[in-house]
Every structure is written in structure tokens, then in C-alpha cells.
Nanobody
């Protein structure tokens, strides 16, 4: 069993930055691909960024060039650095660890971008 705990969300002005963290209870690296999703009010869940077991990264077009996913194996933590934030980035952000059919989710952290 893997537990994921997100942190780092909050209220930020447009153009600002936040760094989200996802701390895993056990060793996940080398075993799971890691993803950040988000769900905005009234919208479907969206895959924002991924980092595979081989360290390949992928991003949604809407965040390319602004967001960066990374991981620290020693800390069992995945990060999402978010720069140049826009109001449309407002959402609950969820961490996900996947190695099908196994799929773990965190409870999410709220990010609000508003002036």
C-alpha cells in the first residue's frame, strides 16, 4: 500500500509561482510512474504532468513551458513547480502513482490563482 500526501497549494496572484509536493509513504521510484492531475470546478479531471519510471516527462499543452515535474528519490517525493500561473490554473491538484493495474491517489491540494 502506498499513501500519497500533497502539499504546497494556496492562493497566488496571476504571474506568481507555487511548488507542489507529493510525499509517498513508501519507496515508489522505479516502481511507479508519477502523475499530477487537476480538476477545476465544473470541468473534467485533466492530466497536467507525468514523470515515468525512466524519468521521461510529459506535459499538457496548457502548461508546457510553465510547469516542471521532478522527483527526489531520497525523499520519496515528487514536485510540480508552477510558474507564470494563470487564473485558469485554479483547481484541486492530485498526485497519482500508477503501475497498472495498481493506481494510488492523494487527497489533493487546492491551488487558487486570483488577484
Amino acid at each position: 500500500q502506498v499513501q500519497l500526501v500533497e502539499s504546497g497549494g494556496g492562493l497566488v496572484q496571476p504571474g506568481g509561482s507555487l511548488r507542489l509536493s507529493c510525499a509517498a509513504s513508501g519507496s515508489i521510484f522505479g516502481r511507479y510512474d508519477m502523475n499530477w492531475y487537476r480538476r477545476a470546478p465544473g470541468k473534467q479531471r485533466e492530466l497536467v504532468a507525468s514523470i515515468s519510471r525512466s524519468s521521461r516527462t510529459n506535459y499538457a499543452d496548457s502548461v508546457k513551458g510553465r510547469f516542471t515535474i521532478s522527483r527526489d528519490s531520497a525523499k520519496n517525493t515528487v514536485y510540480l513547480q508552477m510558474n507564470s500561473l494563470k487564473p485558469e490554473d485554479t483547481a484541486v491538484y492530485y498526485c497519482n502513482a500508477v503501475n497498472l493495474p495498481t493506481n494510488y491517489w492523494g487527497r489533493g491540494t487546492q491551488v487558487t490563482v486570483s488577484s
